[in-house]
């Protein structure tokens, strides 16, 4: 093919992704030239809507009626005022579709790269102008831009959900960048630059080789995803998803949220791996299963042990100001390492981290009459801030974290085996009952240690503040919930009758209300399916990273007693903040820092030392062991599968000389 051939199809196939990128939505493969409309709407519901004969005949219906207006193009559609599409007798997610390809051809974001000829990118890029560290200056520079832009689409996040400003502005700004975002990735200069790269790494250090690898994969995972949302639902109130969510849990109302709940269709499999590389549902099946089987008998003892160990926890319920909630967490964050002059503690509805160069942001749910549930959470938040804060270049994808999963190790090791750790309130539980003296009068630090580590037996509603036993079961719940929606077996009319039936089934128990039920989590009204079965992993990695720095530095309970954490702080620099995203996948890095991949036995093993000195139990009898889970060395050392080239890359190809 020759030079600008080669160019064009590029040209076309980065004007179409860049007309259907919407944060993370797919987008379809290149349209055939003569009805890219038509070519659109076809592939993308064929895909991922093959199982709906009535959606099938809508769109082939609305093409038809496309057609009779010769509405061939984006750039026809801009003909027509937007309010004038609005009112076509069209399903709404095909609407939608067709108001955002003109709202793009409108735009002329990023048009001078797609202006862009093969001549220019040779006059510029010149193989005799540039050595290899001066294609890598330029390289970041491009980095730094799309850096930019995701700490402003951080911000506009985090302040949808701290501060709920106007959905429908802030719902503009956030797709504005996000497609500023996806521009900037599919950049001509960045494809040919990772080509150059590739070809010379002569003086690069492993860290930016890295970058250069990781930025070649993001073309194909924007390409071949196989995610797409049903409809974009905004609801005739003009809420976002987010906020109808946030209304109903405040008003304790399912029903409220149903409407926006958009279920995505296609492969799980595609949604678990984009949390987590190479995962899978046979991979977490068998994990599930292998917990289940080491924890549901832990779980049998411990609540045989209740009958005779006793444990008060009535004052964990007592009303805690929310003000001196927050005091108290600032003050322990800081002490805990998180750096305040780069980072931010807020309150919200919900708790969550985000992150962009030199800005960590964490937010609490503090709760006033659950005050362990929010210092939980916020020490939660802590372990996400903490591995954000120790990136070694936050431009670079290399040295960023790696994977939800080891991110979601980070934040339970500081919630669960430090956070419910004696040698933790050994040094905060003075502190504590100082800001709160009347509610704490009389407790002692060994008795809030048992009060926040006592297991829920019969009543752990929420997964947030659920005891360390019963914790892996509420997200065991929202994977098999998930994967019944994705297949189409669950709907979001049924979703909460199927979920406080699953309650009833793992945890012996029914939510007294939707808020501590079905809306009890934010992720669904984010579209972040996939994500909850990474807590799992979390938790696992979190025992075996926190065994290990035990074992290499011994004293650790004993310097956080003393109120030091820099001991543990710097192992996890050292062993897992530093490596960034230089592993292959978690296996890896967990092999070279446990000497093995994921284990669900070291969970059981650590949940049995810890709660059978709580509940005095020393024969756990044979049942409560962990079977060998989807973590055999045959998954380790699985080829995972490569990414292909980018048309990007081929083009880069096609300029040097060397075809495509």
Known sequence: ME???????YVQQLGHNKIFKIKRKQIPKILKPSFPIADALREDFKRHMSTDPEVARQVELAISKLREEMLFTPENLKTLPKEELWKRDFPLGITTRLVRMRDEAESQVGSRGLAMTVEELKSEYDSTTYTPREYLEKFKELLDRIGICKSLLDLLVWDERVNNPNPEVREKQMDFVGEMIGTLKGDPHLGFLVYKL???SEGLTALEKKSVEIVRGWYDRYKSTDIEDEVEQLGSR??????????????????????????????YDSMLNSYSAGRTQQFYDKLFDDIKAGLVPVLRKIAEAEKRVKINDDFLWLKYPIDKQLKFSIDTVKQCGFDYNHGLLTVSTTAFACSSPYDTRIVAELIEDKIWEGVGGVLHELGHGLYNQGANDHYLPSSLPMSMGIHEGNSLMWERMVGQSEAFWTHFFPKLQAVFPEQLKGVTADQWYKAINKVQVGNSYRRIGACEVTYPLHVILRYELEKEMVS???TAKDLKTRWNEKMQE????????DAEGVLQDVHWAHGMFGYFPTYNLGTI???MFYMKALKDKPDIPKTMAQGEFQPLLSWLKENIYKHGNMHRDEDSLAQEVCGKPVNAQDLVDYIKDKYGKIYGITDWGTGGSAGSGGNSEEFLNAPKVAVSFDKAYDMAKAVDGEGA
């Open 238 to 267: 003009g809420m976002t998803p987010f906020q109808a969510w946030q209304d109903a849990k405040e008003k304790k109302e399912y029903s409220l949220f149903m409407p926006y709940l958009s279920i995505p269709r296609g492969s």
């Open 488 to 490: 189409g077996k669950l």
């Open 198 to 200: 590739q070809k010379n």
């Open 541 to 543: 990695y979190a025992s």
């Open 506 to 513: 793992y945890l012996g128990c029914t939510p007294r209300d």
């Open 3 to 9: 030079e600008d051939s080669i160019f064009q199809h």
